[in-house]
């Protein structure tokens, strides 16, 4: 059963996630981490930033895996995600460079790309703690919804909804990218354990649709459902939707 978190705010639904990452990080230091981008990370990365300045993290044999980048913007660009990893977590913090990984999006041969990628998960074995988003429309990573979905590392064209959604990290919509190569489903349920944060109740709708219990690839979180340890964080804007009907489905926990 899914378990799920509801806090009161942003900040501490960031603050939680970090502690979970640090509890991770302490019981093996080899972790192997599953990363996401976006607005809705960025706080926990924050505190693990500081957990890392005080020394309560060492994140030396750390290694990480993003789920995800734009085609067509090359790591130098402000709103790649490599640029964003290493502006908001990898500059200020220990890791080792070899050990982090990230999509290309400039390859010159990005089916060969996509197969890189799902050999260099493959190699380090599986995600230890995979970290995600939600988009509204229920995407992870970026599998958007569809009437089926690749399961491997893949190229998507993104949605309206989803280059709508980004496109306030942009000087003008045109500039947002309209496809991604993202990791496929099935490494992200390989990881040993799914941490998903929301925050705000633009994500409300996604989040009652993802406790529903009904899988579908309309909703690419719903399979989720599926997953033996999945822990849901979300604050009080998120859950504003939930009823009885999807709490029943789920473990409440604090
Ligand atoms: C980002 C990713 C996406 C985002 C989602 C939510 O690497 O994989 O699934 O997590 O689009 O984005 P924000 O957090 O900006 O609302």
Redesign the pocket.
């Known amino acids: 059963m899914m378990k799920v978190m509801i806090v009161r705010d942003y900040d501490e639904m960031s603050r939680r996630a970090a502690e979970i990452v640090k509890e991770q990080i302490l019981k093996k230091p080899d972790t192997v981490l599953g990363l996401?981008?976006?607005?809705?990370?960025l706080g926990m990365y924050k505190y693990l930033i500081e957990m890392h300045k005080n020394g309560e993290i060492d994140f030396s044999n750390v290694i990480t895996f993003?789920?995800?980048e734009y085609i067509g913007l090359s790591p130098d660009h402000p709103q790649s995600?490599h640029y964003y990893m290493y502006e908001n977590l990898f500059n200020h913090i220990n890791i080792k460079k070899e050990n982090i990984h990230i999509p290309n999006g400039v390859a010159e041969d990005l089916e060969e790309e996509c197969k890189r990628y799902e050999r260099e998960i493959r190699r380090i074995g599986r995600i230890d703690l995979q970290i995600?988003?939600?988009?509204v429309n229920g995407?992870?990573?970026?599998n958007e919804p569809d009437e089926s979905i690749e399961t491997k590392t893949h190229i998507v064209t993104l949605t309206e909804e989803?280059i709508n959604?980004?496109k306030r990290f942009f000087k003008s919509i045109e500039e947002v990218p309209r496809r991604a190569i993202?990791m496929g489903l099935s490494s992200i349920m390989k990881a040993r354990k799914i941490m998903l944060l929301a925050s705000g109740s633009n994500?409300a709708k996604a989040i009652k649709e993802t406790l529903k219990g009904r899988l579908t690839t309309k909703v690419p979180s719903t399979v989720l459902a599926l997953h033996p340890d999945v822990t849901i964080i979300i604050d009080k804007g998120a859950a504003s939707l939930l009823t009885d009907e999807e709490l029943a489905n789920v473990e409440l926990t604090d």
């Open positions: 996401a981008t976006g607005s809705t990370p993003n789920l995800d995600y995600l988003g939600i988009g995407h992870i990573g970026f989803t959604a980004n993202t994500k």
